[in-house]
């Protein structure tokens, strides 16, 4: 290629890049995309970009080198920050897909390249040296092992530290996207060499990155840097502070925590940093910084400071260390409350509020509480605190506040060595933030109201998760801070009796009487869920009678509530509060955690039996399950009611005495003797589909908890009985496509499956299978057959998936019995019914095939699965007698996979897992006694296996390996028969033998042979599946070794010659230096094997296989893949 060539070249691509990210609409976005990535091209399996490029000029790459060449080349000619992102970006992708495969003059090259350029070029775009940061970062990952020049990081920045303020600039934001991208996460192929990286940068450099940050943050303190631009000094500020972050939140420990556990966590700085942190002004100079800075650097500090408030004890020499560090965070902390320095600033005061959190979580109570100042100082926290209370905002700092002050309460249990000075003050702060909260919180109702804004009751999972936290602080003085509880309480009730005097008289009606109820129900529903998360958190061995007794005038005023509120919403409706059931509903799963099944506890009642007559725990539960019932009475329109309901419900009747206990109660009598009834609305409204499910399941545990209930069960089941009488008298298909029919189909099957799911014992199991089968099986068939395939059917599948369902062994049949082959029979009949009408269903929009096709074929795959691996039919019936009832489900099965495409098939989890499962049971046994199975259906079973066996779920992995370790123990197995009948094949004259005898005979001989005729019509396949599971033993990092090796072994056995051929090709592959290493250990793999299908052997190749991961991992040897 000419010089002028080249030039044209990098100026059409120079515009390309410019309106790549200047386009005119998004479709020429994708176009210039798809051109860009073509002339630029990774030769990456991801990399799929399709398009022609023979009229455009091009770099003539063949090969990843030339697409890095082309790349350097646009880089080096070009100052647009357009060009340099397209090439930055383009290079990035490079390197993650062809790293393994440069050689090591061309990796050293590439990174010289770009640590000169970035030298040369010190006026990029932030935005582009963080994009040549991340490329660099990528190389240190991949390279860290292999090349020493990679090992370099902190060398070669500090060429870049110490020269202009530019070169300074570049280097340290350099140095913080390696610190950052260095413990990112990644695929698993790649995950231990990255984490070893890591490792090195941490043991060799991170020290002195962050002791030259560190240094750099005092001299801007000392303001003794020289700048000769405007911006400098704030640039500097930025990447210095930036860098200190991304130092101190290194995953030092290598467990790569993500960050849903960073504010519970403490920092695992090593020992080695002992020295940095035990300097008199370390802890300081952070405050001063942040008393100095404005924002946004400010609350960069206090992130900083966040991080090492959270330092491990065990970091420092000697506890006089460690006090000056508890100490200096304690005065800084003091401080910044006292000057109130940053706080207006949102990022700094939620930070602060952080800063105290981490640093309650790793300063003990008491490490804190002997400290000189420290009540001067836990009551300026307390006072800002308070404040941070009454001024409500809908942020996470009052999570932070409440965790530290939550903390406090919990070590106090345990720290039975404070003063008492010190526990009384302690004491008398949690009484007060306890009110402070609770009335804000009540306060603040109208305004949250009549701003609209977000409400936090909508939100209980969040919710409780903070209440939890004051219900700890609470029980601080629990007596008191009940009381605090009933000053807000009763002002409230007092209220809402005047609204409820006034709406009688009708001087308050309409619109002005809901918002008026709106709001008091809101508040109220608030102060229930504090006083359930108050009962909720009675600690379960220190509870005093005093509590106790508090906790029985909390729950009495609650029942007051309630029984107020239900008689005024059965007269007026609009006194029902969606919210206010739903704290009732939690309040009393909170009563039940803490005081069901409490022997001890009498005093809790004495107040529930003076105003309610509620003596004990009998009676408690019984108005518990009253309401119960009421819910499922009038809050048919409320999803979430309902569910909270009867989570509540479940949970009652969860265990063996307490299950006991909710069977005897009146009102459950009362549910199960009329579970149907038109009064529990919920059954009426088709949102329920899920709770009616969970209904049955717990009426289904509640009925069966007596092992006597055979006339109770008959009783039960009478519902039912009325509805599938009323469809048995249905004859013909179209009777039975009427809309009413399809609706009561749906409904009595998916009743009926929520009632068997929690059965395990053989005994009700068969109770209700022969209640069930055969005698209402038509109508699950004749409603299969009318509404297929309407997604309607997926009901009755499903229902008959767990009907066929031997879990625990609960439908072992008798073994004279004929169920089991007449319920084959049936199921073969169910799936070619379905299937037919499934298979002529054509859906073209991506978004409908899994709900109008893919699920129903997924039942049937359940269904079958089910079947297979019950245990209970006995499949070779069928072949003896040739009942085409086998034959045509296993047909119907073929034409079912074969309509999925593969990638379709791996692509809907919940598809992809009945397939494998199916799968899994089929080549158990009958996918080899089977003759009829199309090769398309072979070869698409080996294709989806070897996909299985790659796939992220662990479950998915142990199916296919399965799979393919049952086939091919099978054709080894038959490979040896052959041998044996062809060396025993001597002819003889036996007339005594009969025609059934030659025919047996004969059939025993062609056994199989169909299987090994289809593995030598694709004879690739074998050898393919032994590279995927050999490649993904070797080259990836996975702890599925003893799965993977299990269908290995059998490969290996049948391709004895291609596996020693592919050792080969992966001993060449590697480094020079490492093949003898390499070769030694894969040829112990087979060492000691006997080449058999014993379980000794399977054994020893898996250990060996475990082995050689060991001493690849011990050695820190990262096998290079072979290129496909």
């Known amino acids: 290629m000419t010089q002028h060539q080249q030039e044209e070249r990098i100026i059409y691509f120079s515009s390309l890049c410019q309106e790549l990210y200047n386009p005119k609409n998004p479709s020429e976005r994708d176009q210039i995309q798809k051109i860009l990535e073509a002339s630029f091209p990774t030769f990456s399996s991801s990399d799929t970009t399709k398009i022609n490029i023979d009229q455009i000029p091009t770099f003539d790459i063949v090969t990843p080198t030339d697409t890095a060449n082309a790349l350097r080349i646009l880089l080096e000619n070009s100052p647009n920050p357009y060009v340099q992102t397209f090439s930055l970006s383009r290079l990035k992708q490079l390197v993650m897909a062809q790293f393994t495969i440069f050689d090591r003059d061309t990796k050293i090259q590439l990174r010289t390249f770009l640590l000169e350029y970035a030298y040369i070029h010190p006026d990029l775009q932030p935005f582009v040296i963080t994009q040549l940061a991340g490329v660099l970062a990528l190389l240190t990952r991949f390279g860290w092992l292999d090349h020493e020049e990679y090992q370099n990081i902190y060398k070669d920045m500090t060429q870049f530290l110490q020269t202009s303020a530019d070169h300074r600039i570049v280097g340290m934001q350099i140095l913080s996207v390696i610190v950052q991208d260095i413990n990112a996460a990644t695929i698993p192929k790649y995950s231990a060499k990255f984490r070893k990286a890591a490792a090195g940068l941490r043991d060799t450099q991170l020290l002195d990155i962050f002791k030259d940050a560190y240094t750099l943050l005092e001299s801007l303190l000392a303001r003794s840097i020289l700048f000769d631009k405007p911006d400098q000094e704030t640039r500097t500020k930025d990447v210095t502070l930036d860098l200190l972050l991304k130092c101190l939140s290194f995953d030092f420990a290598g467990t790569s925590l993500d960050e849903a556990g960073e504010d519970t966590g403490m920092v695992q700085i090593p020992a080695a940093w002992r020295s940095i942190y035990e300097l008199n002004d370390f802890v300081p100079k952070f405050f001063k910084a942040y008393a100095e800075f404005s924002p946004p650097h400010s609350g960069k500090v206090m992130e900083c400071l966040v991080q090492i408030a959270a330092t491990r004890k065990a970091l420092f020499s ?23 320095e940053g706080l207006n600033d949102a990022d700094c005061y939620n930070g602060f509020c952080r800063l105290l959190q981490r640093f309650r979580t790793t300063a003990p109570l008491n490490e804190m509480a002997e400290k000189q100042g420290y009540m001067e100082w836990i009551t300026l926290v307390a006072e800002f605190t308070q404040k941070a209370f009454q001024t409500w905002t809908p942020t996470t700092t009052g999570y932070y506040l409440l965790s530290f002050w939550s903390r406090i309460v919990q070590s106090m249990t345990y720290y039975q060595q404070l003063g008492e000075e010190t526990v009384q003050k302690l004491q008398e702060i949690t009484i007060a933030l306890t009110k402070t909260f609770i009335t804000t919180y009540i306060e603040t109702v109208p305004s949250r109201i009549e701003e609209m804004l977000d409400d936090p009751l909508d939100d209980e999972d969040a919710l409780i998760e903070s209440l939890n936290m004051l219900g700890q602080i609470a029980r601080c003085k629990y007596e008191k801070s009940c009381a605090s509880l009933f000053e807000v309480f009763d002002p409230v009730t007092v209220h809402y009796e005047e609204l409820i005097a006034q709406a009688s008289m009708g001087t308050i009606s309409g619109e002005n009487l809901k918002e008026a109820i709106d709001m008091f129900e809101a508040k109220f529903a608030w102060l229930v869920y504090i006083m359930g998360v108050f009962v909720g958190n009675r600690p379960a061995y220190l509870s005093s009678d005093e509590n106790d007794e508090a906790d029985g005038q909390l729950t009495t005023k609650v029942i007051q509530l309630m029984e107020l509120n239900q008689n005024l919403g059965q007269s007026n409706p609009a006194f029902l509060s969606e919210k206010f059931d739903s704290a009732l509903v939690f309040f009393f799963s909170q009563f039940r955690k803490s005081y069901v099944g409490e022997s001890n506890a009498k005093l809790a009642y004495k107040k529930l039996n003076e105003v309610f007559g509620i003596e004990g725990q009998e009676d408690m539960l019984n108005l518990i399950m009253r309401k119960i019932m009421t819910n499922l009475q009038i809050w048919g329109n409320s999803e979430t009611v309902i569910r909270r309901t009867l989570e509540l419900f479940n949970d009652l009747a969860s265990g063996y005495s307490a299950l006991k206990n909710v069977r005897k109660l009146e009102s459950t009598r009362l549910i199960m003797q009329n579970h149907l009834s038109n009064e529990f609305t919920f059954l009426n409204h088709d949102k329920h589909r899920q709770n009616r499910m969970l209904y049955y399941q717990i009426l289904c545990k509640i009925l069966f908890a007596d092992d006597n209930c055979e006339r109770e069960f008959f009783e039960f089941m009478k519902p039912f009985e009325v509805r599938l009488e009323s469809l048995s008298l249905l004859n013909t298909v179209e009777e039975f496509q009427q809309a009413h029919v399809q609706h009561a189909l749906q409904d009595v099957f998916r009743d009926l499956r929520g009632f068997i799911q929690p059965i395990q014992s053989r005994k009700t199991y068969l109770m209700f299978f022969h209640w069930f089968y055969p005698d209402y099986m038509p109508v699950l068939m004749k409603g299969i057959q009318a509404w297929s395939p309407n997604p309607c059917t997926n009901i009755l599948l499903k229902f008959f998936g767990e009907f066929v369902y031997n879990k625990s062994q609960r439908l072992t049949l008798d073994v004279s019995s004929a169920s089991g082959i007449l319920l084959f029979r049936d199921a073969s009949q169910i799936l070619c ?206 702890n599925d070794q003893w799965q993977l090796s299990r269908p290995l072994y059998t490969l290996v056995l049948l391709e004895r010659d291609f596996a020693s051929k592919y050792t080969n090709q992966v001993i060449l592959q590697q480094l020079p230096e490492r093949r003898e290493f390499v070769t030694k250990a894969l040829s112990n793999l087979m060492e000691g094997s006997g080449f058999s299908l014993s379980t000794k052997d399977r054994e020893k190749f898996s250990q060996q296989v475990a082995t050689l991961k060991r001493e690849l991992n011990n050695n820190q040897i990262v096998l290079v893949p072979l290129i496909d």
């Open 833 to 1038: 019914s379905f299937g037919q009408q499934i298979l002529n269903q054509h859906v073209t929009d991506e978004t409908q095939k899994y709900p109008l096709k893919y699920k129903g074929m997924s039942a049937c795959f359940n269904i079958l699965a089910r079947c297979l691996g019950g245990k209970y039919i006995n499949f070779g019936v069928f072949w003896l007698y040739g009942d085409k009832a086998i034959s045509e489900a296993f047909s119907m099965m073929f034409q079912l996979i074969l309509d999925i495409p593969l990638e379709d098939m791996m692509n809907f989890p919940k598809l992809t897992r009945s397939f494998f499962m199916m799968l899994d049971e089929f080549s158990v046994e009958q996918m080899m006694i089977d003759p009829n199975m199309p090769p398309e259906a072979f070869l698409y079973i080996l294709e989806a296996c070897e996909q299985g066996v790659q796939s992220n779920d662990a479950w998915i992995r142990t199916h296919s390996c399965s799979t393919l370790n049952n086939i091919c123990t099978f054709v080894i197995q038959e490979n040896e028969k052959a041998d044996l009948r062809h060396n025993n094949n001597i002819p003889q004259n036996d007339s005594s033998k009969t025609d059934k005898d030659i025919i047996l005979k004969e059939t025993k001989a062609i056994r199989g042979v169909w299987f090994l005729n289809y593995l030598n019509q694709y004879p690739q396949v074998l050898p393919k599946l032994l590279t995927t599971l050999f490649g993904m033993i070797l080259f990836d990092d996975n």
């Open 318 to 340: 000697g506890e006089d260390e460690r006090n000056k560090f508890v100490t200096a965070i304690m005065q800084g902390i003091r401080d910044i409350i006292i000057t109130s």
